[in-house]
């Protein structure tokens, strides 16, 4: 009996063994001959603790052109990293590369490699380094410079890498197309002194390619009137006509960042403009205030804010707080370095001064808010003279209704066009 009893326990536990080591991974009982494909260490953290409270590597985007790239790093929250370049070494084993470290973050399965090949960057590399660090690398061929800052809401850090072509090359990026939707339907006449000019050829001289931005769009409306008048829809009015307006009377190419509602980031409205190496950029927008009776026009360009309302007008526009435009005054030093300030600074001044002429001559009571400055996002990286134009206050209540106005969008155009021009024939 005691036989039986010996016997019926030994075979139950030779049966929970078995059980118990049929259950385990193959590499915990095969050690190093684990069978099947090994996950990486980026499957292995997405796979574990989705409230782990690390920063997640979303997704890794590039823009680029045979003398810039633009690497852009987007993640689900803040955290804090470190970039170091590593230039080639003496024996010519190891190449160039640049590389940023992002701490407290793990790498979202999916994201890859991306190949550039562009005469500056070979590729873009990313992984996980550490498991609580992931790294991104970038194999440098030949850059001249470059720069690191964050932009927020969606957090997200850009790497904007510089160099020299090594052979002349077309201006024109067949990457991107011309975006030439017909315009809205024009229900009101257009004012007297509006009317087509006799035919003088215009000659754009050294300018061959502008990129008009309309702000905003998709899920980002812009500022709102209570009305429901979005800023989204009214400077996309604006910004088709433009369009339509320098293509036909200036003859320059435009190249639209937006020609329908959809959302761009706003790294990327100024990459567009340096992927197809534009002359100049002008991002059109509709101003608010807090105060309903606040009114008029004012043109932007970049630099440091130098008082607190230009400096709400960019927390607006970058669609963040103020405490992130101040912090990114603070590295906005550093960033102006190779910025065409002065060719910006005199563009703006040109459609300012034309804008509000004409605005002003047709509508009356218009005030001038001159040209101003500030930490716009979406100038930031530009190498081309960049302007924003506020075109009235959505805010106030006679200023929405002209903005929805065809003649008023009209009136506006035609003075952002005078100003260019002006702008255009002061070149050299």
Do not use: C
Request: glycine share 6%.
């Amino acid at each position: 009996m005691n036989i039986r009893k010996l016997a019926l326990t030994i075979a139950v536990i030779v049966l929970v063994l078995f059980s118990v080591i049929t259950a385990l991974p193959s590499a915990a009982v095969a050690g190093k001959s684990r069978t099947g494909p090994k996950k990486s260490n980026a499957e292995i953290l997405y796979s574990g603790n989705e409230s782990d409270g690390q920063t997640v590597v979303n997704e890794l985007r590039t823009w680029s052109n045979p003398d810039y790239t633009r690497i852009a790093i987007i993640m689900d929250k803040e955290s804090t990293y470190e970039y170091h370049l590593i230039k080639k070494d003496e024996t010519g084993k190891l190449p160039p590369r640049l590389y940023l470290d992002i701490k407290g973050a793990r790498l979202a399965r999916g994201v890859r490699d991306i190949p550039i090949g562009d005469g500056l960057l070979k590729m873009a590399r990313v992984a996980q380094y550490r498991a609580d660090i992931v790294r991104v690398v970038l194999d440098i061929d030949n850059i001249r410079e470059f720069k690191v800052f964050p932009l927020s809401d969606p957090y997200r850090i850009i790497i904007d890498v510089r160099g020299e072509r090594k052979t002349e090359l077309s201006r024109a990026d067949e990457s991107i197309k011309t975006l030439e939707p017909p315009p809205p339907e024009e229900k009101e006449q257009q004012p007297p002194e509006e009317k087509a000019k006799p035919a003088v050829p215009f000659k754009p001289g050294k300018i061959r390619r502008i990129v008009v931005d309309p702000g905003h769009g998709g899920h980002d409306p812009g500022a709102m009137n209570p009305d429901g008048t979005r800023e989204k829809d009214v400077v996309l009015q604006i910004a088709l006509k433009l369009a339509k307006k320098i293509r036909e009377e200036l003859g320059i190419d435009v190249v639209m960042t937006r020609s329908t509602d959809i959302f761009i980031p706003l790294e990327e409205r100024t990459a567009i403009a340096n992927k197809v190496n534009a002359d100049l950029f002008i991002s059109i927008h509709a101003n608010s205030s807090l105060s309903k009776s606040a009114s008029g026009i004012e043109t932007y360009y970049l630099n440091l804010a130098k008082t607190e309302k230009a400096a709400r007008v960019a927390a607006r526009e970058n669609n963040t707080s103020l405490d992130k435009v101040n912090l990114l005054q603070a590295i906005l030093f550093d960033l102006m370095a190779n910025y065409k300030l002065n060719d910006s600074a005199r563009l703006a001044d040109d459609v300012q001064k034309n804008l509000y002429r004409k605005i002003d001559k047709q509508f009356g009571g218009t005030k001038n808010l001159g040209v101003k400055q500030g930490p716009f996002y979406v100038l930031v990286g530009a190498t081309m003279p960049s302007i924003l134009v506020e075109t009235a206050f959505i805010s106030n209540g006679t200023e929405v209704e002209r903005l929805k106005n065809s003649s008023y969008q009209d009136t506006t155009v035609s003075g952002i066009v005078e100003g260019v021009k002006e702008y255009i024939a002061s070149l050299k």
